[in-house]
């Protein structure tokens, strides 16, 4: 191979003729486009490449968004192993582009030498004194000096897991006995989720109740209860660990967690709605509630907006005086802790990707959490100090590539985790709004979710999304029947909220573009997509009018959402709703006049509303315990489709836009499916929607969790 087709730096090889990249001989798995990206900056290693020019070059002819470069950057990083803070190969040079920075070594071997023993044990020793002067010189600057990135940082070996029982049936929620041998899990029986145990050391499950839905158990610190959630039913409940009757502590709540001295039990007020790598733990007005065993009596821990998002998944450290807790919104994640009292919230981490199920170590001198990034996950830990705050930069303790860790546990001792590896799968489905009947499926899927359905002005086409595994996506057109699917716009980004120009021969989506979202087109003629509209920092959900002159979205300062609207050119940017109103996830009607959108209440209540595009009163159409997601309008602006979450089962229904009573479309009666995004057809005879049915398994690290 000649000398200009290879390329070494460290012990990194990249064999351009050949397309490979390895690792000490290993070869390395790389997207093709990243591996392009990589020789290319090699190529060019005396000069900062602009971002423009990698886009031209790369992706020539190709009509891309700065997404698709930052995507593949990103991957660099994380198979070579670099840090963009510190970086040792690419470098980012703020407002310019990228830099290869590391040295290149001869593209071809030189023969051996003569080995030299003396000299060359005595040049390794020099090298190691030389390396240890400078590791020691780093830790002294970097001494006292916090982090103010989240991290995927200092690699440690993963540690090692194996699933508790495989199954087909829907594992969730995994609680450790006192003495760390068995765990307490939630599991569906014919839809219906119950409490079950089994050893993890083997052995047959037993299950604890057999109610009407079960879920989110927490054991005890005596063994003797376990503490769970009623799906259907709401509140936080306790059974004996053997089972027979529940004793109900709290009429709403979720994801209870026990103190160490059984006394009390800390839970968040939102109710957990979702799983896999959509889901939020919480959303705002979700706070953080204590109730004590014995009286029953709850008392806050946590207010709303102190801190922003929604407050979830608490936890509790072993000595009793500090919890955890996740908080979101539809901006942004953050894992916090704060005194039994409520004093000293204090933020560990945050992030723009979602931030769950935060627990302590035993020691409490670490913070375990994961890391949601679409369809992967990553399991970390942050040192933290006495009053918790942290101390240092989170270290990575594992990694799912297909799948999304959740709902993670640590056993009394600290020395095993447990968690769920949540898998998704969802597809369309057809329904009549007269006569329901049976749905019809229209696509089936084989990677991850196919969502976001839209139809075409004549009703002959549908648009949706596709997410596949990894962080890739793409819109796809077919058939109103489903058939004839073919990809539209498949460049790297998640593609969401999709819609048919009036014509019929474009279809927009939103994407994630360079600081924010926006809203592409892509066009059925060429292929091609051009950017229409971008959005504010801290905006998502975006939906252009029915004349495309305008885009409404949601909008969320200082932790509230509420909707906003603006002409596409961004002028007239104005906000619709309160901050009282929790609003969100805008719907146009069919003339451009009118706006529906989800209304959160403080109660753990949601609502269907309608507003005028042009400022007015909300007026809340229906209301309910649970979901309210409105997606689309009938053709005559008289009826609105919404998926709703009721009783812990999710369906799809329409209600009228003056009021009314809501009338169900669908009969699902499991608690493990969810339904979402009904989009009605032009003619107004049949709804589109998602119908999700995620799989999960518990896993069970190794006992060597090391404090």
Not at 45 to 54: A, F, N, S
Not at 277 to 306: D, G, K, M, Y
Request: with cysteine; glycine share 8%; charged share 20%.
């Amino acid at each position: 191979m000649i000398a200009s087709e290879t390329y070494r730096f460290g012990d990194v090889t990249v064999e351009k003729a050949t397309f490979r990249l390895s690792r000490g001989g290993v070869p390395l798995h790389i997207e093709p486009k990243a591996l392009e990206v990589l020789i290319y900056l090699i190529e060019q290693r005396e000069r900062v490449v602009p971002k423009q020019e990698l886009l031209d070059q790369i992706w020539k002819g190709t009509t891309v968004t700065e997404n698709a470069l930052t995507r593949a950057i990103a991957q660099i990083r994380k198979v070579l192993g670099d840090d963009a803070e510190v970086a040792r190969y690419v470098q980012t040079v703020p407002t310019r582009g990228y830099r290869f920075v590391a040295e290149l070594r001869d593209a071809v071997e030189e023969p051996p030498r003569p080995s030299r023993p003396f000299a060359r044990v005595v040049s390794r020793s020099i090298a190691i004194i030389i390396a240890l002067v400078i590791a020691s010189l780093l830790a002294g600057l970097l001494k006292g000096r916090r982090p103010t990135f989240t991290g995927e940082s200092q690699e440690q070996p993963p540690i090692p897991a194996r699933p508790l029982a495989p199954s087909s049936r829907l594992q969730s929620f995994p609680a450790f006995s006192p003495d760390g041998s068995v765990l307490a899990y939630s599991s569906d029986a014919g839809g219906t989720t119950h409490i079950y145990r089994r050893a993890i050391g083997g052995g047959d499950e037993m299950q604890v109740t057999d109610g009407n839905g079960e879920d989110q158990p927490s054991w005890s610190p005596d063994g003797k209860s376990i503490a769970f959630v009623s799906v259907r039913h709401g509140g936080i409940w306790i059974v004996p660990v053997a089972g027979g009757e529940a004793v109900q502590l709290t009429t709403m709540g979720s994801r209870p967690a026990w103190s160490p001295d059984a006394s009390e039990i800390a839970f968040q007020s939102g109710d957990l709605i979702a799983y896999g790598w959509t889901a939020f733990e919480a959303q705002p007005p979700s706070t953080i509630s204590i109730v004590n065993v014995n009286t029953r009596r709850a008392v806050p821990l946590t207010r709303p907006r102190e801190p922003a998002g929604g407050h979830a998944a608490p936890s509790w450290r072993a000595d009793g005086k500090r919890l955890a807790f996740s908080s979101c919104d539809l901006e942004r994640c953050a894992v916090y802790t704060i005194a039994r009292d409520g004093s000293g919230l204090t933020e560990i981490v945050t992030d723009s990707r979602k931030l769950q199920s935060p627990v302590f170590a035993r020691d409490g001198r670490a913070l375990h959490y994961v890391l949601v990034r679409y369809n992967n996950s990553l399991l970390l830990s942050v040192p933290i100090d006495s009053d918790g705050a942290r101390t240092g930069v989170p270290k990575r303790l594992r990694q799912s590539d297909t799948g999304v860790m959740q709902h993670l546990a640590i056993s009394r001792d600290g020395f095993r985790l447990a968690w769920t590896l949540t898998e998704e799968a969802s597809d369309l489905f057809a329904i009549g709004v007269e006569k329901p009947g049976t749905p019809v499926r229209l696509t089936n899927n084989p990677t991850l979710r196919t969502t976001f359905p839209a139809f075409s002005p004549d009703g002959t086409k549908i648009a949706y999304s596709v997410f596949a595994a990894g962080e890739d996506s793409g819109v796809w057109i077919a058939d109103a029947d489903g058939r004839n699917a073919k990809a539209l716009a498949v460049e790297s980004g998640l593609k969401q909220y999709t819609q048919w120009s009036r014509g019929g021969w474009d279809v927009s989506y939103a994407i994630w573009y360079g600081s924010g979202p926006a809203v592409f087109k892509a066009s059925l003629i060429t292929g091609r997509a051009s950017l229409v509209t971008s959005l504010p920092h801290g905006a998502s959900a975006p939906v252009l009018s029915p004349d495309e002159s305008q885009v409404a979205f949601n909008r969320t300062i200082d932790g509230v959402t509420s909707v906003w609207i603006s002409a596409v050119s961004g002028d007239g940017r104005r906000r619709l709703t309160e901050d009282g109103d929790l609003a969100r996830f805008p719907v146009w009607s069919p003339s451009g006049r009118q706006i529906a959108m989800q209304v959160q209440r403080p109660d753990g209540s949601s609502a269907v509303a309608v507003m005028p595009a042009a400022g007015g009163r909300l007026r809340i159409v229906t209301a309910a315990r649970g979901e309210s997601w409105p997606y689309s309008w009938s053709p005559d602006e008289k009826q609105i489709a919404f998926a709703a979450r009721r009783d812990g089962v999710w369906n799809i229904w329409t209600v009228p836009a003056a009021g009314g009573e809501p009338r169900r479309l669908t009969d699902t009666a499991s608690t493990t499916i969810w339904l979402r995004s009904p989009a009605w057809s032009p003619s107004g005879d049949r709804i589109v929607y998602e119908s999700d049915t995620p799989k999960a398994n518990i896993w069970v690290s190794e006992a060597r969790v090391t404090q």
